[in-house]
């Protein structure tokens, strides 16, 4: 069964999903800092925003990259759709919202106690922001996991822009789901256990990481 | 892996008893009923019971409406109602060999001809055609617009390596592209051979974003807008020929050939030929009834 398609397959899973995440990370954290720390006119529009944009229907997402990146839209130039980095773009959109409204929501629960205190030290606002995010880490790493796991998992937006070409944009959902339409059950069934492992592996790690780290913060 | 399987088996199990419970109307479904359709033991008690038989087919006949064109008159005309089942053309067959089906409606010579063979049906014949099109850009990158075997239009895709989109997916239109690559002794593969994994509609709209080649059934292609041109047609291997046999079995031999000759005669070869004209300004399948 591990064959080494299927190796490709887990692997590009992982790449696309981690990259993605990533740059989620680099834009969405400093938003949610940013919305968690000041008030502006027009912030709850925003706010109400981020949180409807954390539950964007993928398939949603996936029609409207596709019909960027089509041929006949506007981005067409580009050719990237079918390629990981049409995937990539797809949940990029997706997973910005949540680590921007988790970070958010764990900056605002730190917010007062620290703001002070940083302030009356003669921070600039720059070392306030880096400041806050340390002590909010805990709330924006489960951010974090929550938005890998929905990226990893996430199979309607990365079928419909990606394609699901073999050795190019096939990654474990859309595997499950050839596999389940061709009848090979027992293989999807394999793939959505590695999957659920995989998700399983990465939140342990991840919350272990954060666990401790309030731990050792307390004492 | 085996409890597994075993687990599914179970769970399937509890599924079509679920099935057989709430639907009396899907014989296939309800194999525990008292007296299924095909094995009645007890006699029709007068002639005023309507008469039924069971027809077992492909899904592209049902999911084209083709039935839905011709059954109606058929059923008008004799006074027997027709029950179908579309399943893949591997499990009609197979149903036939149960003696699960009065009449099967296929397509698959190799398939069909073993079944005859094997003494499982009788009174096999010819009844219509669908059509496979090698589609591709206008632009036509390996030129092989005006070939007129698909064979040598597939062995020039290669050879020039132009993208080429597979379904991938062990379809009969799958089935049929892999076999027109081993009558041109090649195996596809490299960057160019791009393996979907997907319905014949994505995949002609991959083909469509990518300016690539890709074998389409005749149905599904006209029933997309697509900047897409049929580059070859009409060479024998891209013909997909449907045979109606009567299952040697069945109790109910005289209705069976009714609804053959129906098939296979003028009026019923007629309407085959107009089906899809109006959706389509052509005829989906084109009628060639004969008996093998």
Redesign the interface.
């Known amino acids: 069964m591990m064959t080494q398609d299927v190796w490709e397959v887990i692997w590009l899973s992982l790449q696309v999903t981690t990259v993605s995440v990533a740059i989620g990370m680099l834009a969405g954290i400093p938003t949610g800092t940013l919305l968690g720390l000041y008030s502006f006119r027009g912030k709850r529009i925003v706010v109400a925003l981020i949180y409807t944009c954390m539950g964007l229907p993928p398939v949603l997402v996936g029609v409207v990259v596709y019909l960027l990146l ?2 006949y839209g506007p981005l067409g130039a580009l050719g990237l ?2 390629t990981p980095e049409a995937m990539i773009i797809a949940q990029v959109v997706l997973v910005t919202p949540i680590l921007a409204g988790l970070t958010m929501s764990a900056v605002q629960a730190k917010e007062r106690t620290y703001w002070e205190t940083a302030k009356s030290l003669g921070a600039s606002p720059v070392q306030m922001m880096i400041t806050i995010v340390r002590e909010a880490r805990g709330g924006i790493w489960s951010g974090v996991a929550a938005a890998y796991g929905r990226a990893i998992s996430e199979v309607g937006a990365v ?1 419909l822009v990606g ?6 944009t ?1 990654v474990m959902t ?2 499950i789901i ?1 596999e389940t ?2 009848g090979n ?2 293989a999807g ?1 394999q793939l959505g256990l590695v999957l659920l492992a995989l998700s399983f592996l990465f939140n342990s790690f991840l919350m272990a990481g954060v666990l401790n780290q309030m731990k050792s913060r307390r004492r | ?1 085996k409890t ?2 075993s687990m ?1 088996a179970l769970f399937c199990l509890a599924l079509l008893l679920l099935l057989a419970a709430c639907s009396s109307s899907q014989p296939a479904a309800a194999p525990e009923q008292s007296n299924p359709p095909t094995a009645a033991p007890a006699p029709t008690p007068s002639a005023s019971e309507k008469k039924e038989m069971i027809l077992a087919t492909t899904t592209s006949t049902q999911d084209s409406g083709l039935l839905d064109a011709l059954l109606p008159v058929f059923e008008q005309q004799s006074g027997i109602s027709v029950k179908v089942i579309a399943v893949g053309t591997g499990q009609a067959i197979k149903l036939g060999e149960e003696g699960n089906a009065d009449v099967l409606l296929v397509h698959s010579r190799k398939a069909e001809d073993e079944f005859v063979e094997k003494g499982f049906g009788i009174n096999a014949y010819d009844v219509m055609y669908n059509q496979f099109y090698i589609v591709g850009p206008a632009e036509d990158p390996a030129g092989i617009k005006g070939v007129q075997s698909a064979k040598e239009a597939m062995a020039k895709i290669a050879e020039k390596q132009s993208p080429f989109v597979s379904r ?3 379809s009969g239109t799958d089935k049929k592209e892999k076999s027109i690559w081993k009558e041109a002794a090649i195996t596809p593969e490299g ?1 160019w051979y ?5 319905g014949m509609g ?1 995949t002609l709209q ?1 083909a ?4 690539a080649y890709t074998l389409t059934d005749e149905a599904t292609f006209l029933s997309r807008k697509l900047n897409l041109e049929v580059l070859v047609q009409g060479d024998k291997s891209l013909l997909n020929p449907y045979g109606i046999i009567q299952v040697k079995s069945s109790t109910k031999p005289e209705e069976g050939m009714q609804l053959i000759r129906f098939f296979t005669e003028e009026q019923g070869q007629k309407l085959i030929g107009e089906f899809g004209k109006e959706t389509y300004g052509k005829g989906l399948f084109v009628p060639d009834a004969k008996q093998r």
Request: proline residues 0%.
């Open positions: 089509s041929r759709l079918f079928m394609g699901n070409i073999e050795h190019h096939r859309t595997a050839l339409r061709t059950f027992t069934l | 892996m597994i399987q599914i991938g997916d062990d960057s791009i393996s979907s994994g997907q994505e991959m469509d974003e990518m300016r």
